[in-house]
Protein backbone atom coordinates (compact mmCIF):
# COMPACT_ATOMS: atom_id res chain seq x y z
CA UNK A 1 0.00 0.00 0.00
CA UNK A 2 2.73 2.51 1.17
CA UNK A 3 4.22 1.71 -2.47
CA UNK A 4 0.65 3.21 -4.01
CA UNK A 5 1.22 6.50 -1.66
CA UNK A 6 4.83 7.24 -2.20
CA UNK A 7 5.93 6.66 -5.20
CA UNK A 8 3.71 9.07 -7.37
CA UNK A 9 4.94 11.79 -4.20
CA UNK A 10 8.66 10.96 -5.04
CA UNK A 11 8.41 11.34 -8.17
CA UNK A 12 6.79 14.48 -8.33
CA UNK A 13 9.09 15.60 -5.95
CA UNK A 14 12.41 14.66 -7.48
CA UNK A 15 11.45 16.24 -10.83
CA UNK A 16 10.43 19.04 -9.25
CA UNK A 17 13.36 21.87 -8.94
CA UNK A 18 13.23 24.29 -6.22
CA UNK A 19 10.81 27.32 -6.57
CA UNK A 20 11.78 30.51 -8.19
CA UNK A 21 11.54 33.38 -6.24
CA UNK A 22 8.53 35.32 -7.29
CA UNK A 23 6.11 32.93 -8.49
CA UNK A 24 1.93 32.86 -7.63
CA UNK A 25 2.15 33.33 -4.15
CA UNK A 26 -0.38 33.62 -0.88
CA UNK A 27 -1.80 36.04 0.58
CA UNK A 28 -3.45 36.06 4.22
CA UNK A 29 -6.80 36.17 5.74
CA UNK A 30 -7.06 36.89 8.88
CA UNK A 31 -10.16 37.39 11.24
CA UNK A 32 -11.13 37.28 15.08
CA UNK A 33 -14.57 37.22 16.63
CA UNK A 34 -15.36 37.75 19.99
CA UNK A 35 -18.46 36.27 20.58
CA UNK A 36 -20.21 33.00 21.43
CA UNK A 37 -19.48 29.44 19.44
CA UNK A 38 -21.00 25.97 19.19
CA UNK A 39 -18.08 24.16 18.93
CA UNK A 40 -17.55 20.06 18.82
CA UNK A 41 -14.29 18.41 18.74
CA UNK A 42 -14.74 15.51 16.34
CA UNK A 43 -12.39 12.53 16.88
CA UNK A 44 -14.16 9.25 15.94
CA UNK A 45 -13.74 9.10 11.70
CA UNK A 46 -17.30 7.64 11.50
CA UNK A 47 -18.95 10.03 13.74
CA UNK A 48 -17.01 12.86 11.41
CA UNK A 49 -18.61 11.32 8.55
CA UNK A 50 -22.12 10.83 10.25
CA UNK A 51 -21.41 14.56 11.02
CA UNK A 52 -21.07 15.97 7.54
CA UNK A 53 -23.96 14.05 6.33
CA UNK A 54 -26.41 15.09 9.17
CA UNK A 55 -24.72 19.12 8.44
CA UNK A 56 -26.22 18.29 4.43
CA UNK A 57 -29.07 17.28 5.38
CA UNK A 58 -29.70 20.43 7.50
CA UNK A 59 -28.52 22.69 4.05
CA UNK A 60 -31.92 24.90 3.12
CA UNK A 61 -29.43 27.42 0.34
CA UNK A 62 -26.39 26.33 -0.08
CA UNK A 63 -23.35 24.05 0.52
CA UNK A 64 -19.29 24.43 -0.17
CA UNK A 65 -17.08 21.56 0.11
CA UNK A 66 -13.17 22.22 0.04
CA UNK A 67 -11.01 19.18 -0.02
CA UNK A 68 -7.18 17.81 -1.16
CA UNK A 69 -8.36 14.43 -1.80
CA UNK A 70 -12.40 12.96 -2.47
CA UNK A 71 -12.08 9.50 -3.17
CA UNK A 72 -14.86 7.26 -5.06
CA UNK A 73 -15.22 4.85 -2.12
CA UNK A 74 -18.05 4.15 -0.13
CA UNK A 75 -17.62 7.27 2.07
CA UNK A 76 -17.66 9.14 -1.27
CA UNK A 77 -20.67 7.38 -2.53
CA UNK A 78 -22.70 8.44 0.76
CA UNK A 79 -21.65 12.16 0.85
CA UNK A 80 -22.32 12.38 -2.93
CA UNK A 81 -26.11 10.93 -2.41
CA UNK A 82 -26.31 13.21 0.00
CA UNK A 83 -25.35 16.35 -1.92
CA UNK A 84 -27.53 15.09 -4.86
CA UNK A 85 -30.67 14.74 -2.74
CA UNK A 86 -30.31 18.62 -1.78
CA UNK A 87 -29.39 19.61 -5.03
CA UNK A 88 -32.92 18.17 -6.12
CA UNK A 89 -34.90 20.54 -4.08
CA UNK A 90 -32.86 23.45 -5.06
CA UNK A 91 -29.76 23.91 -2.96
CA UNK A 92 -26.70 25.20 -4.86
CA UNK A 93 -24.07 22.67 -4.53
CA UNK A 94 -20.01 23.65 -4.98
CA UNK A 95 -17.71 21.20 -4.63
CA UNK A 96 -13.49 22.40 -4.98
CA UNK A 97 -10.71 19.58 -4.99
CA UNK A 98 -7.24 19.82 -5.41
CA UNK A 99 -6.23 18.36 -9.23
CA UNK A 100 -2.66 16.79 -7.83
CA UNK A 101 -4.36 14.48 -5.47
CA UNK A 102 -5.25 12.15 -8.86
CA UNK A 103 -1.50 11.62 -8.55
CA UNK A 104 -1.20 9.55 -5.78
CA UNK A 105 -4.80 7.94 -4.69
CA UNK A 106 -6.29 4.56 -6.19
CA UNK A 107 -9.50 5.91 -7.06
CA UNK A 108 -9.86 9.86 -7.25
CA UNK A 109 -13.61 11.56 -7.83
CA UNK A 110 -12.87 11.43 -11.59
CA UNK A 111 -13.76 13.82 -14.49
CA UNK A 112 -16.63 11.42 -15.57
CA UNK A 113 -18.31 11.38 -12.11
CA UNK A 114 -18.02 15.70 -12.39
CA UNK A 115 -19.40 15.88 -15.32
CA UNK A 116 -22.33 13.90 -14.85
CA UNK A 117 -23.00 15.84 -11.42
CA UNK A 118 -22.94 18.98 -13.43
CA UNK A 119 -25.57 17.80 -16.16
CA UNK A 120 -27.77 16.10 -14.08
CA UNK A 121 -27.97 17.10 -10.90
CA UNK A 122 -26.18 21.11 -11.37
CA UNK A 123 -23.78 19.90 -8.53
CA UNK A 124 -20.58 22.77 -9.33
CA UNK A 125 -17.34 20.85 -9.74
CA UNK A 126 -14.09 22.54 -10.16
CA UNK A 127 -10.05 21.74 -9.92
CA UNK A 128 -7.39 23.52 -8.48
CA UNK A 129 -4.38 24.27 -10.09
CA UNK A 130 -4.38 21.75 -13.14
CA UNK A 131 -1.52 23.10 -15.25
CA UNK A 132 1.09 20.33 -14.12
CA UNK A 133 3.24 21.10 -17.39
CA UNK A 134 3.94 23.54 -15.22
CA UNK A 135 5.92 22.07 -12.32
CA UNK A 136 7.16 25.31 -10.27
CA UNK A 137 3.54 26.67 -10.19
CA UNK A 138 1.81 22.77 -9.69
CA UNK A 139 3.95 22.40 -6.43
CA UNK A 140 1.27 25.01 -4.79
CA UNK A 141 -1.96 22.72 -3.95
CA UNK A 142 -5.01 23.71 -2.25
CA UNK A 143 -4.43 21.65 1.13
CA UNK A 144 -7.93 23.42 2.91
CA UNK A 145 -10.31 21.08 4.02
CA UNK A 146 -13.63 21.96 4.87
CA UNK A 147 -17.45 21.82 4.56
CA UNK A 148 -19.56 24.88 4.86
CA UNK A 149 -23.85 24.61 5.55
CA UNK A 150 -25.51 28.10 4.61
CA UNK A 151 -22.51 30.46 5.88
CA UNK A 152 -23.68 29.32 9.40
CA UNK A 153 -21.49 25.86 10.22
CA UNK A 154 -18.87 24.59 9.26
CA UNK A 155 -16.60 21.71 9.73
CA UNK A 156 -12.31 22.22 8.92
CA UNK A 157 -9.62 19.63 10.09
CA UNK A 158 -7.58 16.99 8.92
CA UNK A 159 -9.87 14.86 7.02
CA UNK A 160 -10.36 14.73 3.73
CA UNK A 161 -13.08 12.39 2.23
CA UNK A 162 -12.06 9.01 2.00
CA UNK A 163 -12.71 5.50 3.76
CA UNK A 164 -9.55 5.68 5.27
CA UNK A 165 -10.29 9.28 7.11
CA UNK A 166 -13.57 7.88 8.58
CA UNK A 167 -12.86 4.67 9.54
CA UNK A 168 -14.08 1.98 7.66
CA UNK A 169 -10.93 1.42 5.48
CA UNK A 170 -10.73 -2.49 6.11
CA UNK A 171 -6.50 -2.26 5.93
CA UNK A 172 -5.08 1.31 6.95
CA UNK A 173 -7.23 4.16 8.77
CA UNK A 174 -5.98 7.69 10.10
CA UNK A 175 -6.55 9.12 13.64
CA UNK A 176 -7.52 12.53 12.61
CA UNK A 177 -9.45 15.12 13.71
CA UNK A 178 -12.06 17.67 12.69
CA UNK A 179 -13.88 21.02 14.70
CA UNK A 180 -17.39 22.14 14.20
CA UNK A 181 -18.24 25.71 14.09
CA UNK A 182 -21.42 27.30 14.31
CA UNK A 183 -21.45 31.12 14.86
CA UNK A 184 -20.76 34.65 13.82
CA UNK A 185 -16.89 33.80 12.50
CA UNK A 186 -18.97 31.07 9.47
CA UNK A 187 -19.59 34.21 7.39
CA UNK A 188 -15.67 35.39 7.42
CA UNK A 189 -15.03 31.72 6.84
CA UNK A 190 -17.53 31.69 3.11
CA UNK A 191 -15.73 34.93 2.21
CA UNK A 192 -12.44 32.36 1.17
CA UNK A 193 -14.14 29.71 0.10
CA UNK A 194 -15.45 32.19 -2.40
CA UNK A 195 -12.29 33.58 -2.78
CA UNK A 196 -10.86 30.05 -3.47
CA UNK A 197 -13.95 29.56 -5.58
CA UNK A 198 -13.42 32.13 -7.60
CA UNK A 199 -9.70 32.22 -7.88
CA UNK A 200 -8.36 32.05 -11.87
CA UNK A 201 -6.62 28.57 -11.17
CA UNK A 202 -9.89 26.86 -9.88
CA UNK A 203 -11.46 25.19 -13.09
CA UNK A 204 -13.95 22.67 -14.50
CA UNK A 205 -12.44 19.72 -16.14
CA UNK A 206 -14.05 18.06 -19.21
CA UNK A 207 -14.33 14.83 -18.93
CA UNK A 208 -11.91 13.09 -21.31
CA UNK A 209 -12.73 12.47 -25.10
CA UNK A 210 -13.23 9.38 -26.61
CA UNK A 211 -9.71 8.70 -28.13
CA UNK A 212 -10.59 7.31 -31.42
CA UNK A 213 -9.91 10.17 -34.07
CA UNK A 214 -8.20 11.93 -31.01
CA UNK A 215 -5.42 10.21 -29.82
CA UNK A 216 -5.82 7.25 -32.54
CA UNK A 217 -7.70 6.49 -35.69
CA UNK A 218 -7.62 2.46 -36.01
CA UNK A 219 -9.27 0.64 -32.96
CA UNK A 220 -8.05 -2.52 -33.73
CA UNK A 221 -4.52 -1.39 -33.59
CA UNK A 222 -2.81 -2.23 -30.16
CA UNK A 223 -2.20 0.74 -28.47
CA UNK A 224 -5.48 2.56 -29.75
CA UNK A 225 -7.71 -0.55 -28.61
CA UNK A 226 -5.94 -0.41 -24.98
CA UNK A 227 -7.07 3.67 -25.15
CA UNK A 228 -10.45 3.19 -26.11
CA UNK A 229 -11.17 0.18 -23.25
CA UNK A 230 -9.12 2.12 -20.89
CA UNK A 231 -11.94 5.14 -21.43
CA UNK A 232 -14.88 2.97 -21.74
CA UNK A 233 -13.57 1.12 -18.50
CA UNK A 234 -13.39 4.70 -16.56
CA UNK A 235 -17.01 6.09 -17.84
CA UNK A 236 -18.43 2.21 -16.61
CA UNK A 237 -16.91 3.09 -12.98
CA UNK A 238 -18.03 6.30 -12.77
CA UNK A 239 -21.16 5.33 -13.47
CA UNK A 240 -21.20 1.90 -10.88
CA UNK A 241 -20.07 4.30 -8.23
CA UNK A 242 -22.44 7.04 -9.02
CA UNK A 243 -25.30 3.75 -8.84
CA UNK A 244 -23.49 2.19 -5.23
CA UNK A 245 -22.92 -0.85 -7.56
CA UNK A 246 -20.44 -1.68 -5.36
CA UNK A 247 -22.63 -1.42 -1.68
CA UNK A 248 -21.91 -5.16 -0.58
CA UNK A 249 -20.82 -6.85 2.21
CA UNK A 250 -19.05 -5.08 4.76
CA UNK A 251 -19.93 -1.97 2.93
CA UNK A 252 -23.50 -2.82 3.29
CA UNK A 253 -22.93 -3.43 7.03
CA UNK A 254 -21.68 0.03 7.43
CA UNK A 255 -24.15 1.59 5.88
CA UNK A 256 -26.99 -0.08 7.79
CA UNK A 257 -25.04 1.17 10.90
CA UNK A 258 -25.07 4.63 9.81
CA UNK A 259 -29.01 4.56 9.38
CA UNK A 260 -29.15 3.59 12.95
CA UNK A 261 -26.61 5.91 14.48
CA UNK A 262 -28.20 8.16 17.17
CA UNK A 263 -25.32 11.33 17.32
CA UNK A 264 -26.68 12.19 20.53
CA UNK A 265 -23.81 11.99 23.23
CA UNK A 266 -20.91 11.35 20.85
CA UNK A 267 -19.07 14.34 21.25
CA UNK A 268 -19.29 16.64 23.60
CA UNK A 269 -19.59 20.26 22.80
CA UNK A 270 -16.85 22.86 24.24
CA UNK A 271 -16.97 26.95 24.21
CA UNK A 272 -14.33 29.51 23.10
CA UNK A 273 -15.61 33.52 23.08
CA UNK A 274 -12.06 34.57 20.96
CA UNK A 275 -12.01 32.39 18.10
CA UNK A 276 -9.85 33.31 15.20
CA UNK A 277 -9.51 31.72 11.55
CA UNK A 278 -6.69 32.21 9.64
CA UNK A 279 -6.18 31.24 5.64
CA UNK A 280 -4.16 31.49 3.07
CA UNK A 281 -5.28 32.70 -0.24
CA UNK A 282 -4.16 33.19 -3.86
CA UNK A 283 -2.21 36.34 -4.20
CA UNK A 284 0.08 38.03 -6.59
CA UNK A 285 4.22 38.77 -5.45
CA UNK A 286 6.98 37.18 -3.79
CA UNK A 287 5.93 34.25 -1.93
CA UNK A 288 6.79 35.37 2.09
CA UNK A 289 5.58 31.59 3.59
CA UNK A 290 2.14 30.58 5.34
CA UNK A 291 -0.05 32.60 7.05
CA UNK A 292 -0.55 29.59 8.71
CA UNK A 293 2.49 28.53 9.25
CA UNK A 294 4.24 31.82 10.25
CA UNK A 295 1.36 32.08 13.32
CA UNK A 296 1.87 28.50 14.55
CA UNK A 297 5.74 29.26 14.68
CA UNK A 298 4.86 32.38 16.61
CA UNK A 299 2.44 31.24 18.60
CA UNK A 300 5.13 28.37 19.84
CA UNK A 301 7.92 30.95 20.32
CA UNK A 302 6.26 33.31 22.71
CA UNK A 303 4.70 29.56 24.83
CA UNK A 304 6.94 30.23 28.16
CA UNK A 305 5.01 26.55 29.53
CA UNK A 306 4.37 23.74 27.50
CA UNK A 307 3.31 23.15 23.67
CA UNK A 308 1.56 19.64 22.64
CA UNK A 309 2.13 19.47 18.83
CA UNK A 310 0.06 16.34 16.79
CA UNK A 311 1.40 16.32 13.47
CA UNK A 312 1.53 13.37 11.03
CA UNK A 313 4.67 14.34 9.99
CA UNK A 314 7.90 16.86 11.66
CA UNK A 315 9.80 18.57 9.42
CA UNK A 316 11.78 21.70 10.36
CA UNK A 317 12.78 23.50 7.38
CA UNK A 318 16.91 23.66 7.68
CA UNK A 319 17.28 27.21 8.18
CA UNK A 320 14.58 27.44 11.06
CA UNK A 321 15.95 24.41 13.04
CA UNK A 322 18.80 25.82 15.09
CA UNK A 323 16.47 28.70 16.40
CA UNK A 324 13.91 25.62 16.82
CA UNK A 325 16.44 23.74 18.80
CA UNK A 326 18.09 26.93 20.74
CA UNK A 327 13.91 27.05 22.07
CA UNK A 328 13.91 23.60 23.19
CA UNK A 329 17.43 24.31 24.66
CA UNK A 330 15.23 26.89 27.05
CA UNK A 331 13.64 24.60 28.94
CA UNK A 332 9.85 24.66 27.80
CA UNK A 333 8.05 21.55 27.67
CA UNK A 334 7.30 20.28 24.45
CA UNK A 335 5.69 17.29 23.70
CA UNK A 336 5.29 15.58 19.87
CA UNK A 337 3.01 13.26 18.69
CA UNK A 338 4.09 11.75 14.94
CA UNK A 339 3.80 8.97 13.04
CA UNK A 340 6.66 6.14 13.18
CA UNK A 341 7.65 4.28 9.99
CA UNK A 342 5.53 1.67 10.63
CA UNK A 343 2.53 4.04 11.20
CA UNK A 344 2.96 6.50 8.45
CA UNK A 345 1.70 6.89 5.37
CA UNK A 346 4.41 9.06 3.47
CA UNK A 347 7.51 7.77 3.42
CA UNK A 348 10.00 10.09 2.15
CA UNK A 349 8.66 12.45 4.88
CA UNK A 350 9.35 9.92 7.77
CA UNK A 351 12.91 9.19 6.49
CA UNK A 352 13.72 12.86 6.68
CA UNK A 353 12.03 13.03 10.28
CA UNK A 354 14.02 10.06 11.43
CA UNK A 355 17.22 11.71 10.03
CA UNK A 356 16.95 15.00 12.77
CA UNK A 357 15.34 13.23 15.24
CA UNK A 358 18.18 12.50 17.47
CA UNK A 359 19.19 15.96 17.38
CA UNK A 360 15.54 17.25 18.08
CA UNK A 361 15.46 14.72 21.10
CA UNK A 362 19.06 16.12 22.62
CA UNK A 363 17.23 20.00 22.29
CA UNK A 364 14.72 18.63 24.71
CA UNK A 365 12.33 17.77 22.74
CA UNK A 366 10.01 14.75 23.98
CA UNK A 367 8.88 12.09 21.20
CA UNK A 368 5.89 9.67 21.22
CA UNK A 369 5.32 7.73 18.27
CA UNK A 370 2.32 6.20 16.86
CA UNK A 371 2.55 2.38 17.21
CA UNK A 372 0.03 1.52 14.50
CA UNK A 373 -2.46 0.46 16.71
CA UNK A 374 -6.27 1.58 17.73
CA UNK A 375 -6.17 4.04 21.24
CA UNK A 376 -7.79 2.84 24.18
CA UNK A 377 -11.32 3.83 24.41
CA UNK A 378 -11.35 5.25 20.87
CA UNK A 379 -15.03 5.84 20.40
CA UNK A 380 -17.32 4.26 17.50
CA UNK A 381 -15.28 2.31 15.17
CA UNK A 382 -16.80 -0.19 13.50
CA UNK A 383 -13.49 -1.18 12.10
CA UNK A 384 -12.08 -1.82 15.81
CA UNK A 385 -12.58 -5.91 15.18
CA UNK A 386 -11.26 -6.01 11.78
CA UNK A 387 -7.38 -6.38 11.63
CA UNK A 388 -5.85 -3.25 10.12
CA UNK A 389 -3.45 -0.32 10.46
CA UNK A 390 -4.11 2.85 11.75
CA UNK A 391 -1.58 6.11 11.40
CA UNK A 392 -1.61 10.00 12.94
CA UNK A 393 -2.85 12.21 10.70
CA UNK A 394 -4.14 15.05 12.95
CA UNK A 395 -2.83 18.55 12.76
CA UNK A 396 -3.55 19.97 16.41
CA UNK A 397 -1.65 22.04 18.80
CA UNK A 398 -2.20 23.28 22.71
CA UNK A 399 -0.20 26.42 23.72
CA UNK A 400 0.49 27.19 27.31
CA UNK A 401 -2.85 26.84 29.31
CA UNK A 402 -5.29 28.84 27.24
CA UNK A 403 -4.78 28.31 23.71
CA UNK A 404 -5.12 25.63 21.30
CA UNK A 405 -5.65 25.52 16.91
CA UNK A 406 -7.11 22.78 15.08
CA UNK A 407 -6.02 23.34 10.86
CA UNK A 408 -5.31 21.31 8.41
CA UNK A 409 -1.59 22.14 8.10
CA UNK A 410 1.42 19.58 9.06
CA UNK A 411 4.26 20.53 10.81
CA UNK A 412 6.40 20.70 7.62
CA UNK A 413 7.92 22.79 4.75
CA UNK A 414 5.07 22.15 2.42
CA UNK A 415 2.14 23.66 4.55
CA UNK A 416 4.54 26.27 5.91
CA UNK A 417 6.03 27.50 2.21
CA UNK A 418 4.03 25.70 -0.53
CA UNK A 419 0.30 24.85 0.62
CA UNK A 420 -2.70 27.08 0.86
CA UNK A 421 -3.63 26.27 4.61
CA UNK A 422 -6.63 27.29 6.96
CA UNK A 423 -6.67 27.09 10.95
CA UNK A 424 -8.82 27.92 13.82
CA UNK A 425 -7.11 29.48 16.81
CA UNK A 426 -9.28 29.10 20.37
CA UNK A 427 -7.69 31.81 22.47
CA UNK A 428 -8.11 32.85 26.22
CA UNK A 429 -10.43 29.50 26.83
CA UNK A 430 -8.78 26.93 29.26
CA UNK A 431 -11.43 24.58 28.69
CA UNK A 432 -11.05 24.23 25.00
CA UNK A 433 -7.64 24.21 25.72
CA UNK A 434 -8.10 21.36 28.27
CA UNK A 435 -10.64 19.44 26.09
CA UNK A 436 -8.42 19.31 23.04
CA UNK A 437 -5.48 18.03 24.88
CA UNK A 438 -7.71 15.43 26.85
CA UNK A 439 -8.33 14.14 23.47
CA UNK A 440 -4.16 14.41 22.03
CA UNK A 441 -3.41 12.80 25.61
CA UNK A 442 -5.84 10.13 25.29
CA UNK A 443 -4.24 8.02 22.01
CA UNK A 444 -0.73 8.35 24.02
CA UNK A 445 -2.38 4.75 24.81
CA UNK A 446 -1.10 3.88 21.39
CA UNK A 447 2.31 5.49 21.09
CA UNK A 448 5.69 4.51 22.35
CA UNK A 449 8.46 7.48 24.01
CA UNK A 450 11.99 7.40 22.44
CA UNK A 451 14.91 9.02 24.39
CA UNK A 452 17.89 7.24 23.08
CA UNK A 453 19.76 5.90 20.00
CA UNK A 454 18.78 2.35 20.29
CA UNK A 455 14.94 3.52 20.88
CA UNK A 456 14.98 5.55 17.88
CA UNK A 457 16.18 2.27 15.83
CA UNK A 458 13.98 0.33 17.06
CA UNK A 459 11.22 2.30 16.70
CA UNK A 460 12.16 2.20 12.57
CA UNK A 461 12.13 -1.64 12.58
CA UNK A 462 9.50 -2.76 14.52
CA UNK A 463 6.61 -4.16 13.07
CA UNK A 464 7.91 -2.97 9.49
CA UNK A 465 8.45 -5.43 6.59
CA UNK A 466 11.86 -5.46 5.17
CA UNK A 467 11.33 -4.05 2.11
CA UNK A 468 9.59 -0.67 3.82
CA UNK A 469 12.99 -0.68 5.70
CA UNK A 470 15.07 -0.66 2.19
CA UNK A 471 13.09 2.03 1.03
CA UNK A 472 12.80 3.89 3.84
CA UNK A 473 16.68 3.95 3.95
CA UNK A 474 17.61 4.90 0.06
CA UNK A 475 14.95 7.75 0.87
CA UNK A 476 17.32 9.07 3.34
CA UNK A 477 19.29 11.29 1.19
CA UNK A 478 16.71 12.61 -1.16
CA UNK A 479 14.52 13.29 1.64
CA UNK A 480 17.55 15.81 3.06
CA UNK A 481 18.18 16.67 -0.69
CA UNK A 482 14.63 18.16 -1.33
CA UNK A 483 13.67 18.75 2.18
CA UNK A 484 12.40 22.24 1.12
CA UNK A 485 9.50 20.61 -0.95
CA UNK A 486 8.16 17.39 1.79
Not at 331 to 357: M, P, Q, R, V, W
Not at 423 to 428: K, P, R, S, T
Not at 447 to 463: E, G, L, M, P
Request: glycine content about 6%; proline content about 4%; overall charge positive.
Amino acid sequence: MFFRKFLPIFLFVFFSAPLPAKVESRESFHTTTIAEHRIEILESGFYSLLKRLRMIQRAKKRIDMEYYIFQSDLSGYLVLQALIEKARHGVRVRILLDDASKLFIRNPLSPFTANYLKNHHGIEVKYYNTNIANLHEYQRRNHRKLISIDESEIMIGGRNIGDDYFDIDPSYNYLDRDIWVKGPIVKDVAKTIDIMWNAPQSKPISPPSHPLGVFCDDENEPFCHRLVQEWKKGKMDSARFIRGEFLTGKRRIIVDALKKLDDMGLSRGVACNRLSFISDIPGIGLANGSTVGSEVLKRIYRSKDEVWIESPYFIVKRQNQKKFKHWLARGEKTYLLTNTLHSTDNLIATANFYSHLEGFIRSGLKVSLFDGSLPDGYPLSVTQQWNGRWGGHAKSIVFDDDSAMIGTNNFDPRSVDLNFEMAVFCDDSPGFRNALLEKMKSRLSSTYSVTTTQQIRNSYRKDTSLLKILAFHFLRFPSLLFEHLL
